[in-house]
């Protein structure tokens, strides 16, 4: 199975971006890594959209159009779709008390102790979809449906940094205090967003992660 047909889209942003709507978003982005078009800047990653960002003097639109649309012919979507060298981010959490207070009603919802609950949460294979929302904040997939949690009826008007939370299919980390509609099961003291770093961002979409529960009383990095 390829990746070219009717449900692919392109729409253009001025003259130096263009949008590609396709399912296969995570399989062209891992191609394109790769093995970058000249004249192409940088690909922006979202659910089953990239925005490439390109230099209308070295590209022209209708150029890069048929381009991708080559390189979705030339994709096989039924195999696993890896993301370039995809990295495994282990996220470590104190799950519940203060920093998790959704933590007992998340567990309920699934019909779980809150031990085997977060044994279950700590077992998901997640995948950093896109990021996106405030700096940082990445959008993790690959919550099994039990651990799929409904959003607040009203969200928080401040989510302390670090927060852990579940909203719907997605689980999250804040990097920053912010408002948030999300179920908050834990918090973790890894800084997500730090402009300090050569890499302010420690993930990027394809990269995989993993929490780990931190026991109490102790410290979750030296």
């Known amino acids: 199975m390829n990746g070219a047909g009717p449900e692919v889209s392109f729409t253009r942003l001025g003259d130096a971006a263009l949008a590609v709507g396709t399912p296969g978003a995570r399989a062209l982005l891992a191609s394109l890594r790769d093995s970058p078009l000249p004249g192409v800047q940088e690909v922006v990653p979202a659910l089953h959209l990239l925005t490439l960002l390109f230099d209308p003097l070295r590209l022209d639109p209708a150029d890069l159009e048929a ?3 080559a390189r979705l012919a030339a994709l096989d979507l039924s195999a696993p779709a890896g993301v370039g060298a995809a ?6 959490v104190r799950f519940g008390g203060r920093g998790g207070p959704d933590l007992a009603w998340c567990a309920a919802h699934a019909g779980l102790s809150e031990g085997a609950f977060v044994e279950a949460l700590c077992a998901a294979p997640l995948e950093v979809a896109f990021l996106g929302f405030t700096p940082g904040f990445a959008f993790l997939t690959g919550l099994p449906p039990g651990l799929r949690m409904p959003r607040l009826d ?3 008007e401040r989510v302390p940094a670090g927060s852990v ?3 719907g299919p997605w689980a999250g980390v804040y990097p920053s205090a912010t408002p948030g509609g999300w179920r908050i099961v834990g918090r973790t003291d890894l ?6 770093r050569p890499e302010p961002v420690p ?6 992660v993993r929490f780990e529960a931190v026991p109490a009383g102790q410290p979750e990095s030296a």
């Open 67 to 69: 381009a991708l649309r």
């Open 165 to 167: 939370a579940l909203g």
């Open 203 to 208: 993930w990027r979409a394809g990269d995989r």
């Open 191 to 196: 800084r997500l967003f730090d402009l300090s």
């Open 154 to 156: 009203a969200p928080r």
């Open 87 to 92: 990295r495994t981010l282990a996220v470590p």
